[in-house]
């Protein structure tokens, strides 16, 4: 038992491994040679690790936000240290945690292998910490011992590890960029309500990437560039709001906040361009060699990728979604407070960016403009809203929902928690 522990927190609970395990088998498949393999399977896991570091940096650069909207709306701040909160998260549920990770990855394996949902989900990092929440719900929501609780929590990661990138599938034939794979993320629900709000309200003949912008002004599609002026602007205006005083002496290290906030811009430019590499990296080796898995192992199989491979595509779009959720997140933070909500909610931001942003991908797709706002807005409501709602029920597992929870986790965990609350336990 030790031994297989050692295997799933180790080796597989690194997705990194498992992406390049995909790699090899694709191309054993395929009888290629070891001199073709090898170098395949390194660019993919440097490629992967590229994606994963630079959007966990990108996301952290975004945390001392949090303290200052804290001081902007006098509001007791929560902690944003993501090690500490991982520590904390873990200390009652990792056993589960780590078993119904590994085995819902087989039940997600067997669905691709012997029914119609031919989705293998590949975003091993997402799946590890969704794992984490239904371990979560279960313990603190159910008198479950161990063997029933892994079993049923398994059952439950595989269905929707294989369903989240089934419906996500249709809609990748409407995103550029998005040929040969589905999405595995778990802003999944967000893509769905994004796409059919967007075709409601929205016109896609307004398209935010062809949008007419003044020549001279041409090089803002360049998106490294784009977020860099971006993220600069939005981190002066906040620190000027919060007080460029207290900023300096809270936040910035004694740094002036213009210098400050220049850095921090330069800083999400440095991580987003390391993002946009990988993501060229590993989709180059990574669809060709899964073509081995879908004609030898999994028949007609589709892999399930992360959301930053669709990011050069749509610049423009990221930029407006995370926008759009980020104050569709505080207004809803200031509604909980007006209503005397218990508990203090923050918008988590590192969910805020990438969800904001897919989702403001999917809008823009089918209904331009209008549907990449409505969408991403409609996301950062349900991120706040469903945040609240799942704090109670997750136990120790409440410091990384603060930090970590994306869309699907706001929207279905509070309703899985409501179910097994109504069945009592």
Same mark, same amino acid.
């Given at each position: ?54 959007? #966990? ?113 249709? *809609? ?27 075709? +409601? ?27 860099? %002026? ?74 399930? %990728?992360?959301? @930053? ?5 749509? @610049? ?13 997140? +505080? ?19 590192? @969910? ?30 349900? *991120?706040?809203?469903? #945040? ?10 409440? @410091? ?26």
């Amino acid at each position: 038992m030790g031994l297989f522990m050692y295997f799933i927190t180790t080796i597989l609970g690194q997705a990194v491994f498992i992406i390049g395990f995909v790699v090899l088998i694709g191309m054993i498949a395929q009888k290629k040679l070891w001199f073709q393999i090898l170098p395949s399977v390194i660019k993919t896991m440097i490629g992967f690790t590229m994606i994963n570091i630079g959007g #966990q940096t990108l996301g952290v650069a975004l945390l001392p936000l949090q303290p200052m909207f804290s001081k902007i709306f006098n509001i007791q701040a929560v902690p944003t240290d993501i090690g500490a909160a991982q520590t904390e998260s873990l200390s009652e549920i990792g056993p589960e945690m780590a078993l119904i990770f590994a085995f819902g990855f087989l039940v997600n394996l067997l669905l691709a292998r012997f029914t119609k949902w031919k989705y293998v989900h590949l975003s091993a990092h997402v799946s590890f910490f969704y794992a984490g929440l239904i371990a979560a719900l279960l313990k603190f929501n159910t008198s479950l011992e161990l063997i029933p609780l892994v079993l049923i929590g398994s059952l439950l990661l595989g269905f929707y590890m294989t369903i989240s990138c089934a419906y996500v599938a249709p *809609l990748m034939k409407h995103i550029k960029g998005g040929e040969g794979f589905t999405l595995a993320h778990s802003s999944s629900v967000g893509l769905l309500i994004s796409a059919g709000l967007a075709k +409601l309200f929205g016109n896609k003949e307004n398209d935010l990437e062809t949008m007419h912008i003044p020549k001279q002004f041409n090089f803002l599609r360049e998106m490294t560039i784009a977020l860099t %002026l971006v993220m600069s602007l939005l981190f002066l205006s906040i620190s000027l709001v919060a007080g460029a005083g207290w900023v300096t002496e809270n936040i910035s290290n004694g740094q002036d906040v213009i210098v400050y906030s220049i850095l921090r811009g330069v800083e999400f430019g440095v991580w987003i361009t390391v993002i946009l590499t990988g993501v060229r990296m590993m989709l180059s080796e990574i669809i060709p060699a899964f073509h081995g898995i879908t004609t030898k192992l999994i028949p007609d199989s589709i892999p399930g %990728l992360d959301i @930053p491979l669709l990011f050069p595509h749509y @610049p423009t779009s990221v930029i407006v979604g995370f926008l759009s959720s980020l104050v569709a997140g +505080l207004m809803g933070m200031l509604v909980l407070g007006l209503f005397n909500y218990p508990i203090v909610v923050f918008p988590a931001l590192i @969910p805020t960016f990438f969800t904001g942003a897919i989702t403001g991908i999917f809008g823009n797709a089918f209904g331009g403009r209008r549907g990449a706002l409505i969408g991403s807005f409609v996301n950062g409501l349900i *991120l706040i809203f469903g #945040q609240a709602f799942l704090l109670p029920m997750v136990g120790s597992y409440a @410091p990384i929902m603060r930090i970590l929870s994306e869309t699907d986790y706001a929207f279905y965990g509070p309703l899985l928690g409501l179910l097994l609350k109504m069945i009592g336990g």
